[in-house]
């Protein structure tokens, strides 16, 4: 099970962590994902990692912004969000790709699993 956690309300141009814990099962040789979803959008790829952690994709308002970063040892998962903007507002999920080993890159969600819960960011202007 995957638990998204480090939402919150934060002002434009401030900065947050996000961190994804699985537990109860280890994702260490998968390509992990953040998504998000804004109210009345669809979900979408914020950015994904490979499982060794090597490479990193991110979707274009990410890009220079945020940061995906794992830690397999304490099957964890992070996203760094600097110079945050009000439409980054959204709920946040990690997600766990469907097959172990496999680069996605910057994949759908048909492509990963395991949601779990998400955290909502809210940026104010």
């Known amino acids: 099970q995957l638990q998204a956690s480090g939402g919150g309300m934060v002002q434009a141009g401030g900065s947050l962590r996000l961190s994804c814990n699985a537990s109860?099962?280890?994702?260490?040789?998968?390509?992990m994902g953040w998504f998000r979803q804004a109210p009345g959008k669809e979900r979408e790829a914020v950015a994904t990692?490979?499982?060794?952690?090597?490479?990193?994709y991110y979707a274009d308002f990410a890009k220079g912004r945020f940061t995906i970063s794992r830690d397999n040892a304490s099957n964890k998962v992070f996203l760094q969000m600097d110079s945050l903007k009000p439409e980054d507002t959204a709920i946040y999920y990690c997600?766990?790709?469907?097959?172990?080993?496999?680069?996605?890159?910057?994949?759908?969600?048909?492509?990963?699993?395991?949601w779990g819960q998400g955290t909502q960011l809210t940026v104010s202007s």
């Open positions: 997600a766990v790709a469907a097959s172990s080993i496999r680069d996605y890159g910057l994949a759908g969600e048909n492509s990963f699993r395991s």
């Open positions: 109860g099962r280890t994702i260490t040789r998968y390509m």
């Open positions: 990692i490979t499982w060794t952690g090597k490479i990193t």
